[in-house]
């Protein structure tokens, strides 16, 4: 009697139990983060060719969105469950799998009290080394952006006129986040908004081309 007092006080107490997965179960968590993954990194850029193709742009794009909202609310509903069983999934529970679990929780930009939860979760297990700092600044600047604020890290980017990388919502210390990517293991502000500036003019080519902008905007 006395421990099944003690195992509901633990529930009452932390809200989540933390059960220890047996190899079998390992298996099967590492399975379904693999196909979280991999269908949240196939509606994580443009349409594929055939879809524009099929139905043209506008209809193409409202597809395309349509079916990553779809996918992005299952994709947090399979991780809520797995956290709620075992808690973050980090190093020590999926090695370096932890990215996939983490991916779906960076998009769940329709429960911010969900990706706040989470990055509670996230801070603890960078203080126990179990999961990349990247990861917590990413999270954290996100959150702020879908609550309007200014970003600390400037990993959350939006283009200009000329197609070149800025800090969506500005940053609230650009004086010293070189000092603080560093910190938190991200590549350089200079050398992280240049790579995300020649992405977008890759994927956006044809219509920057259009509006007289035949290469990157670079920072120099």
Known sequence: MKNVLVFIFC??????????????EKASVLKELKYISEIDQRYAGIPPKEVMEKYGEE???????????????????????LYERYGYLGFDKVGSNETD?????????????FQKKMLKALRKEIRRNNAPKLHYAMLEDRIAINTDQKQRFGSQVTYNKLGQAVPKNGLIDSAHVEQLRKEYDMPSFKKYYNDMTIMHYEMNKENLNKR???EPHLYK
């Open 11 to 24: 529930l009452t107490i932390l809200g989540c139990a933390s059960h220890k997965m047996s190899e079998n």
């Open 59 to 81: 209809k193409g794009w409202q597809i395309f969105i349509s079916k990553r909202d779809s996918v992005g609310n299952d994709n947090q509903e399979r991780i809520k469950r």
């Open 101 to 113: 679990f983490w991916i779906s929780v960076q998009h769940a930009d329709n429960d911010i009290d």
């Open 212 to 214: 007289g902008i035949h």
